[in-house]
C-alpha cells in the first residue's frame, strides 16, 4: 500500500511539474519591433528636435535628436506617446499582429493653442484719477526737453558715437574675406610690366619731377 501511495505522489508531481511548461510554451510571444521615424511641423518643413517618445507605464523611452530623427525598441501591441511643450500630445498603436521586425514613421505634431480671456489693464484705478493725472502733466516741459534731445550736435555726437549695425558688420566681415581671398588666390600686378605706369614715369623725367625733389 505504501508503494502504490507513493507511486502516486511521483506521478503527481511530476505531471504538475509539467503542466505549467505546457502552458508557458503555449502562451503567445509577443514580437520586438525596432520603430523609428521622423518628427516634423505641422507644414512638414522643420524638424522638431528634443521631443519625447515614451511606453507609458513600461519605463522604455527616448527623444528625438536635432534632425527629428527617433528609433527604439518596443513590443507588438504597445501604445507609443510623442509629447513636447507647446505641441498637442500624439499616440501610436503597434499592431499585434505586425510581420515586420522594423517600422518607420513620419510624424507631424501641431501647435497647440490655448485660447485666454481678454484682461484689460489699466495705470488707474478709476477713470476720474486717470483725467486728474492728465491734467496735471506739464507738456510744455515735454516739449522743450524733447527739442533739446532732438538738436542737430546732439544727434550728430550720438550718431558718432553709435556702434556699427549687424549688417555694416556683415559688410565689413564680408569685405575683409573678399580682399585677403584676392590676397591669396588673385593675380598680383607687377609695376615694371605695366606700360600705364612706364610712360608716367617717362613723362615725370621729362618734366624733371626728379630734380625738383632734389
Known amino acids: 500500500m505504501k508503494s502504490t501511495h507513493i507511486s502516486i505522489l511521483v506521478i503527481f508531481f511530476v505531471l504538475v511539474g509539467f503542466v505549467p511548461g505546457a502552458y508557458a510554451q503555449d502562451a ?3 514580437k520586438i519591433v525596432q520603430l523609428s521615424g521622423v518628427i516634423l511641423n505641422s507644414d512638414s518643413t522643420v524638424a522638431i528636435p528634443g521631443v519625447n517618445i515614451y511606453v507609458p507605464r513600461k519605463g522604455r523611452g527616448t527623444s528625438s535628436n536635432r534632425y527629428g530623427y527617433f528609433s527604439m525598441p518596443v513590443v507588438a501591441g504597445d501604445s507609443v506617446v510623442f509629447s513636447f511643450i507647446g505641441l498637442k500630445r500624439q499616440s ?3 499592431p499585434e499582429n505586425i510581420e515586420d521586425d522594423k517600422v518607420s514613421y513620419i ?6 493653442e490655448y485660447a485666454l480671456s481678454e484682461i484689460e489693464v489699466m495705470p488707474y484705478p478709476t477713470e476720474e484719477e486717470f483725467k486728474n493725472a492728465i491734467l496735471a502733466l506739464n507738456i ?10 532732438l538738436s542737430p550736435q546732439l544727434l550728430l555726437r550720438w550718431a558718432e558715437e553709435m556702434p556699427a549695425s549687424g549688417n555694416e558688420n556683415f559688410r565689413q566681415f564680408t569685405n575683409q574675406q573678399m580682399m585677403q581671398t584676392m590676397d591669396r588666390y588673385g593675380p ?3 609695376p615694371l ?3 600705364f605706369a612706364w610712360s ?7 618734366r624733371g619731377d626728379l630734380r625738383n625733389r632734389d
Not at 140 to 149: A, K, P, S, T, V
Open 28 to 30: 503567445p510571444q509577443r
Open 92 to 94: 501610436l498603436k503597434i
Open 107 to 112: 510624424l507631424t505634431m501641431v501647435e497647440d
Open 140 to 149: 510744455e516741459d515735454e516739449i522743450q526737453l524733447n527739442r533739446g534731445n
Open 188 to 190: 598680383r600686378p607687377l
Open 193 to 195: 610690366l605695366n606700360p
Open 200 to 206: 608716367q614715369f617717362i613723362q615725370s623725367i621729362k
